[in-house]
Protein backbone atom coordinates (compact mmCIF):
# COMPACT_ATOMS: atom_id res chain seq x y z
CA UNK A 1 0.00 0.00 0.00
CA UNK A 2 2.90 2.41 0.77
CA UNK A 3 4.59 1.72 -2.60
CA UNK A 4 0.86 2.73 -4.02
CA UNK A 5 0.67 5.86 -2.42
CA UNK A 6 4.60 6.82 -3.40
CA UNK A 7 3.71 6.24 -6.82
CA UNK A 8 0.95 8.57 -6.56
CA UNK A 9 3.52 11.26 -5.48
CA UNK A 10 5.37 10.87 -8.10
CA UNK A 11 2.38 10.95 -10.51
CA UNK A 12 1.07 14.26 -8.98
CA UNK A 13 4.53 15.80 -8.96
CA UNK A 14 5.38 14.68 -12.46
CA UNK A 15 2.02 16.44 -13.09
CA UNK A 16 3.01 19.59 -11.17
CA UNK A 17 5.62 19.65 -13.57
CA UNK A 18 4.01 19.01 -16.84
CA UNK A 19 1.29 21.99 -15.76
CA UNK A 20 4.20 24.40 -14.61
CA UNK A 21 5.79 23.50 -18.08
CA UNK A 22 2.48 24.76 -19.85
CA UNK A 23 2.15 27.92 -17.48
CA UNK A 24 5.46 28.60 -17.49
CA UNK A 25 6.29 28.43 -21.08
CA UNK A 26 5.10 31.91 -21.44
CA UNK A 27 7.55 33.23 -19.32
CA UNK A 28 10.36 32.14 -21.81
CA UNK A 29 9.31 33.04 -24.72
CA UNK A 30 6.13 35.41 -24.72
CA UNK A 31 8.73 38.42 -25.48
CA UNK A 32 10.27 36.54 -28.85
CA UNK A 33 6.56 35.75 -29.63
CA UNK A 34 5.09 39.16 -29.27
CA UNK A 35 7.94 40.57 -31.12
CA UNK A 36 7.70 38.32 -34.08
CA UNK A 37 11.44 36.93 -33.29
CA UNK A 38 10.07 33.78 -33.33
CA UNK A 39 6.85 31.97 -34.67
CA UNK A 40 4.75 30.56 -31.97
CA UNK A 41 5.12 26.63 -32.61
CA UNK A 42 9.31 27.64 -33.25
CA UNK A 43 9.85 29.07 -30.02
CA UNK A 44 7.50 26.18 -27.81
CA UNK A 45 9.50 23.71 -29.81
CA UNK A 46 12.76 25.61 -29.08
CA UNK A 47 11.59 26.60 -25.41
CA UNK A 48 10.78 22.53 -24.69
CA UNK A 49 14.54 21.22 -25.31
CA UNK A 50 16.13 23.54 -23.84
CA UNK A 51 14.15 23.48 -20.68
CA UNK A 52 14.73 19.79 -20.96
CA UNK A 53 18.75 20.60 -21.15
CA UNK A 54 18.36 23.08 -18.26
CA UNK A 55 16.82 20.53 -16.39
CA UNK A 56 19.04 17.63 -16.20
CA UNK A 57 21.85 20.12 -15.74
CA UNK A 58 21.37 20.82 -12.09
CA UNK A 59 20.33 19.50 -8.85
CA UNK A 60 21.19 21.87 -6.05
CA UNK A 61 17.42 23.62 -6.10
CA UNK A 62 15.85 20.57 -5.51
CA UNK A 63 18.15 19.68 -2.77
CA UNK A 64 17.14 22.82 -0.76
CA UNK A 65 13.34 21.67 -1.96
CA UNK A 66 14.00 18.27 -0.38
CA UNK A 67 14.64 19.63 3.21
CA UNK A 68 14.12 23.40 3.26
CA UNK A 69 10.73 24.03 4.04
CA UNK A 70 10.65 20.89 6.53
CA UNK A 71 13.17 17.42 7.43
CA UNK A 72 11.24 14.94 5.71
CA UNK A 73 12.53 12.31 8.45
CA UNK A 74 10.74 13.70 11.35
CA UNK A 75 7.28 13.85 9.80
CA UNK A 76 5.16 10.89 10.84
CA UNK A 77 2.53 11.12 7.54
CA UNK A 78 5.36 12.80 5.29
CA UNK A 79 4.27 10.85 2.06
CA UNK A 80 0.33 12.05 2.98
CA UNK A 81 1.93 15.40 3.07
CA UNK A 82 3.36 15.69 -0.16
CA UNK A 83 0.01 14.36 -1.75
CA UNK A 84 -2.02 17.39 0.02
CA UNK A 85 0.88 19.75 -1.27
CA UNK A 86 0.67 18.79 -4.90
CA UNK A 87 -2.94 18.80 -5.42
CA UNK A 88 -3.02 22.14 -3.62
CA UNK A 89 -0.55 23.48 -6.36
CA UNK A 90 -1.82 21.85 -9.03
CA UNK A 91 -5.32 23.44 -8.26
CA UNK A 92 -3.87 27.04 -7.92
CA UNK A 93 -1.50 26.66 -11.22
CA UNK A 94 -4.90 25.62 -12.92
CA UNK A 95 -7.01 28.21 -11.77
CA UNK A 96 -4.51 31.35 -12.57
CA UNK A 97 -3.59 29.31 -15.85
CA UNK A 98 -7.73 29.06 -16.52
CA UNK A 99 -7.80 33.01 -16.16
CA UNK A 100 -4.44 33.85 -17.50
CA UNK A 101 -2.51 35.18 -14.54
CA UNK A 102 1.28 34.91 -14.87
CA UNK A 103 1.08 33.34 -10.96
CA UNK A 104 4.25 31.65 -9.54
CA UNK A 105 4.39 28.09 -9.90
CA UNK A 106 6.86 28.42 -7.10
CA UNK A 107 5.15 30.67 -4.43
CA UNK A 108 2.51 27.71 -5.01
CA UNK A 109 4.59 24.68 -4.54
CA UNK A 110 6.36 26.68 -1.35
CA UNK A 111 2.96 27.55 -0.23
CA UNK A 112 1.42 24.48 -0.92
CA UNK A 113 4.37 22.48 1.17
CA UNK A 114 4.61 24.87 4.01
CA UNK A 115 1.16 24.77 4.43
CA UNK A 116 0.53 20.85 4.25
CA UNK A 117 3.75 20.25 6.41
CA UNK A 118 1.66 22.80 9.25
CA UNK A 119 -1.77 21.01 8.56
CA UNK A 120 0.10 17.15 9.28
CA UNK A 121 2.17 18.24 12.13
CA UNK A 122 1.83 21.50 13.03
CA UNK A 123 3.70 24.72 12.84
CA UNK A 124 6.93 23.76 14.96
CA UNK A 125 7.78 21.07 11.77
CA UNK A 126 8.33 24.16 9.54
CA UNK A 127 12.33 24.45 9.33
CA UNK A 128 12.09 28.25 9.84
CA UNK A 129 16.13 29.00 8.83
CA UNK A 130 15.41 27.05 5.35
CA UNK A 131 12.17 28.35 4.70
CA UNK A 132 13.12 32.01 5.69
CA UNK A 133 15.93 31.53 2.97
CA UNK A 134 13.39 30.26 0.56
CA UNK A 135 11.05 33.60 1.34
CA UNK A 136 13.78 35.72 0.80
CA UNK A 137 14.96 34.31 -2.40
CA UNK A 138 11.39 34.18 -3.80
CA UNK A 139 10.80 38.21 -2.71
CA UNK A 140 14.02 39.77 -3.45
CA UNK A 141 14.64 38.37 -7.20
CA UNK A 142 11.79 40.30 -8.28
CA UNK A 143 13.59 43.37 -7.08
CA UNK A 144 16.53 41.84 -8.92
CA UNK A 145 15.41 41.54 -11.73
CA UNK A 146 13.69 44.41 -12.02
CA UNK A 147 16.49 46.24 -11.42
CA UNK A 148 18.35 44.38 -14.26
CA UNK A 149 15.94 45.06 -16.56
CA UNK A 150 16.24 48.57 -16.29
CA UNK A 151 19.67 48.92 -16.12
CA UNK A 152 20.35 46.88 -19.88
CA UNK A 153 17.52 48.51 -21.31
CA UNK A 154 19.31 51.78 -20.14
CA UNK A 155 22.64 50.68 -21.52
CA UNK A 156 21.15 49.76 -24.77
CA UNK A 157 19.12 52.98 -24.89
CA UNK A 158 22.68 54.83 -25.02
CA UNK A 159 24.78 52.57 -27.11
CA UNK A 160 21.82 52.96 -29.55
CA UNK A 161 20.58 56.56 -29.27
CA UNK A 162 21.28 57.36 -32.97
CA UNK A 163 20.94 54.53 -34.27
CA UNK A 164 18.11 53.82 -36.77
CA UNK A 165 14.66 52.22 -34.94
CA UNK A 166 14.00 49.53 -37.97
CA UNK A 167 17.75 48.08 -38.48
CA UNK A 168 18.18 48.02 -34.36
CA UNK A 169 15.22 46.00 -34.14
CA UNK A 170 16.09 44.01 -36.96
CA UNK A 171 19.26 43.05 -35.52
CA UNK A 172 17.74 42.30 -32.07
CA UNK A 173 14.94 40.23 -33.55
CA UNK A 174 17.58 37.68 -34.60
CA UNK A 175 19.33 38.06 -30.74
CA UNK A 176 15.87 37.01 -29.47
CA UNK A 177 16.28 33.72 -30.65
CA UNK A 178 19.62 33.42 -28.64
CA UNK A 179 17.94 34.82 -25.52
CA UNK A 180 14.64 32.95 -25.52
CA UNK A 181 16.79 29.83 -25.94
CA UNK A 182 18.98 31.16 -22.35
CA UNK A 183 15.73 32.28 -20.92
CA UNK A 184 14.56 28.03 -21.41
CA UNK A 185 17.12 27.12 -20.31
CA UNK A 186 17.71 28.98 -17.14
CA UNK A 187 14.12 28.33 -16.34
CA UNK A 188 14.81 24.29 -16.46
CA UNK A 189 17.62 24.72 -14.06
CA UNK A 190 15.14 26.16 -11.50
CA UNK A 191 11.25 25.27 -12.19
CA UNK A 192 11.77 21.07 -12.74
CA UNK A 193 14.04 20.65 -10.05
CA UNK A 194 11.30 22.28 -7.87
CA UNK A 195 9.26 18.48 -9.11
CA UNK A 196 12.81 16.95 -8.55
CA UNK A 197 12.86 18.24 -4.76
CA UNK A 198 9.59 17.43 -3.83
CA UNK A 199 9.78 13.95 -4.62
CA UNK A 200 12.76 13.48 -3.12
CA UNK A 201 11.62 14.69 -0.20
CA UNK A 202 8.59 11.90 -0.33
CA UNK A 203 11.35 9.00 -0.87
CA UNK A 204 13.22 10.35 2.55
CA UNK A 205 9.80 10.57 4.24
CA UNK A 206 9.29 7.01 3.29
CA UNK A 207 12.31 5.94 4.35
CA UNK A 208 13.10 4.60 0.41
CA UNK A 209 16.29 6.89 0.44
CA UNK A 210 18.22 8.40 3.36
CA UNK A 211 19.81 11.39 1.85
CA UNK A 212 18.53 14.06 -0.71
CA UNK A 213 20.47 13.08 -3.44
CA UNK A 214 18.57 13.11 -7.01
CA UNK A 215 17.81 9.94 -8.24
CA UNK A 216 18.65 9.59 -12.58
CA UNK A 217 15.20 8.12 -12.80
CA UNK A 218 13.64 11.54 -10.55
CA UNK A 219 16.29 13.88 -13.06
CA UNK A 220 15.08 12.29 -16.28
CA UNK A 221 11.10 12.12 -15.76
CA UNK A 222 11.03 15.30 -14.20
CA UNK A 223 12.82 16.72 -17.03
CA UNK A 224 10.64 15.07 -19.74
CA UNK A 225 7.31 16.06 -18.01
CA UNK A 226 8.70 19.52 -18.39
CA UNK A 227 9.78 19.32 -21.92
CA UNK A 228 6.43 17.65 -22.57
CA UNK A 229 4.14 20.50 -20.74
CA UNK A 230 5.87 23.22 -22.64
CA UNK A 231 5.38 21.64 -25.97
CA UNK A 232 1.70 22.23 -24.63
CA UNK A 233 1.90 26.13 -24.75
CA UNK A 234 0.30 28.75 -22.44
CA UNK A 235 -1.43 31.00 -24.69
CA UNK A 236 -3.60 32.78 -22.33
CA UNK A 237 -0.39 34.03 -20.16
CA UNK A 238 1.28 34.74 -23.46
CA UNK A 239 -0.83 37.25 -24.33
CA UNK A 240 -0.85 39.06 -20.97
CA UNK A 241 3.28 38.79 -20.73
CA UNK A 242 3.43 39.81 -24.21
CA UNK A 243 1.38 42.30 -25.51
CA UNK A 244 -0.70 43.79 -21.72
CA UNK A 245 1.94 45.22 -20.00
CA UNK A 246 3.54 47.73 -22.32
CA UNK A 247 4.05 47.06 -26.47
CA UNK A 248 7.31 45.42 -26.58
CA UNK A 249 9.78 45.80 -29.29
CA UNK A 250 12.62 43.59 -29.75
CA UNK A 251 15.02 45.56 -28.22
CA UNK A 252 12.85 45.59 -25.61
CA UNK A 253 12.48 41.63 -25.21
CA UNK A 254 16.09 40.76 -25.77
CA UNK A 255 17.02 43.47 -22.27
CA UNK A 256 14.04 41.49 -20.15
CA UNK A 257 14.80 37.93 -21.42
CA UNK A 258 19.16 38.84 -20.68
CA UNK A 259 17.92 40.43 -17.54
CA UNK A 260 15.47 37.93 -16.04
CA UNK A 261 17.93 34.55 -17.28
CA UNK A 262 20.88 35.96 -15.77
CA UNK A 263 18.94 36.47 -12.31
CA UNK A 264 17.16 32.44 -12.57
CA UNK A 265 20.78 31.21 -13.48
CA UNK A 266 22.33 33.30 -10.89
CA UNK A 267 19.99 31.55 -8.27
CA UNK A 268 20.40 27.98 -9.85
CA UNK A 269 23.90 28.53 -9.08
CA UNK A 270 23.39 29.23 -5.24
CA UNK A 271 20.89 26.50 -4.89
CA UNK A 272 17.61 29.25 -4.09
CA UNK A 273 14.81 28.35 -5.82
CA UNK A 274 12.91 31.44 -7.69
CA UNK A 275 9.76 32.21 -9.10
CA UNK A 276 10.52 32.20 -12.91
CA UNK A 277 7.31 34.23 -13.40
CA UNK A 278 8.04 36.99 -11.03
CA UNK A 279 11.69 37.43 -12.33
CA UNK A 280 10.92 37.81 -15.89
CA UNK A 281 7.99 39.96 -15.38
CA UNK A 282 9.68 41.83 -13.25
CA UNK A 283 12.26 42.25 -15.77
CA UNK A 284 9.68 43.53 -18.61
CA UNK A 285 8.40 45.53 -15.93
CA UNK A 286 11.96 47.33 -15.46
CA UNK A 287 13.25 47.34 -19.02
CA UNK A 288 9.35 49.31 -19.62
CA UNK A 289 10.12 51.55 -17.16
CA UNK A 290 13.26 52.18 -18.67
CA UNK A 291 11.88 52.79 -21.94
CA UNK A 292 9.42 55.26 -20.61
CA UNK A 293 7.36 54.85 -17.29
CA UNK A 294 4.15 55.90 -18.79
CA UNK A 295 4.50 53.23 -21.37
CA UNK A 296 3.96 50.45 -18.88
CA UNK A 297 0.35 49.54 -17.83
CA UNK A 298 0.50 49.79 -14.14
CA UNK A 299 -2.97 48.53 -13.72
CA UNK A 300 -1.88 45.19 -15.15
CA UNK A 301 0.79 44.98 -13.48
CA UNK A 302 -0.85 45.96 -9.88
CA UNK A 303 -3.37 42.69 -10.54
CA UNK A 304 -0.34 40.52 -11.53
CA UNK A 305 1.62 41.95 -8.30
CA UNK A 306 -1.77 40.87 -6.38
CA UNK A 307 -1.82 37.64 -7.39
CA UNK A 308 1.75 37.14 -6.30
CA UNK A 309 0.88 38.20 -2.78
CA UNK A 310 -1.99 36.06 -2.17
CA UNK A 311 -0.15 32.69 -3.70
CA UNK A 312 1.25 31.75 -1.07
CA UNK A 313 -1.12 32.47 1.50
CA UNK A 314 -4.16 31.32 -0.63
CA UNK A 315 -1.96 27.86 -1.09
CA UNK A 316 -1.42 27.29 2.66
CA UNK A 317 -4.35 27.59 3.51
CA UNK A 318 -6.09 25.35 0.31
CA UNK A 319 -2.47 22.65 1.37
CA UNK A 320 -4.07 22.63 5.18
CA UNK A 321 -7.69 21.85 3.80
CA UNK A 322 -6.39 19.32 1.23
CA UNK A 323 -4.05 17.48 4.19
CA UNK A 324 -7.27 17.27 7.19
CA UNK A 325 -9.43 16.08 3.79
CA UNK A 326 -6.68 12.96 3.95
CA UNK A 327 -6.70 12.68 7.21
CA UNK A 328 -10.12 12.12 7.43
CA UNK A 329 -11.00 10.00 4.91
CA UNK A 330 -7.27 7.83 4.82
CA UNK A 331 -5.77 7.80 7.93
Excluded: C
Excluded at 279 to 307: H, N, Y
Amino acid sequence: MELIVLWIVVFLALSFDFINGFHDTANAIATSVSTRALKPRVAIILAAVMNFVGAITFTGVAKTIGKGVADPTKLEHGVEIVIAALISAIVWNLITWWFGIPSSSSHALIGSLAGAVIGGAGLGAINAEGFIDIIKALLLSPLIAFSAGFIIMWILKLIFAKSSPHQVNKGFRFGQIATAAFQSFSHGTNDAQKAMGIIVFALVAAGIQDTTDVPLWVKISAALAMALGTSVGGWKIIKTMGTKIFKIEPINGFAADIGSAAVILTATMIHLPVSTTHVITSSILGVGSAKRFSAVKWGVAGRIIIAWVITIPITVLMAMLFYWLIDLFFL
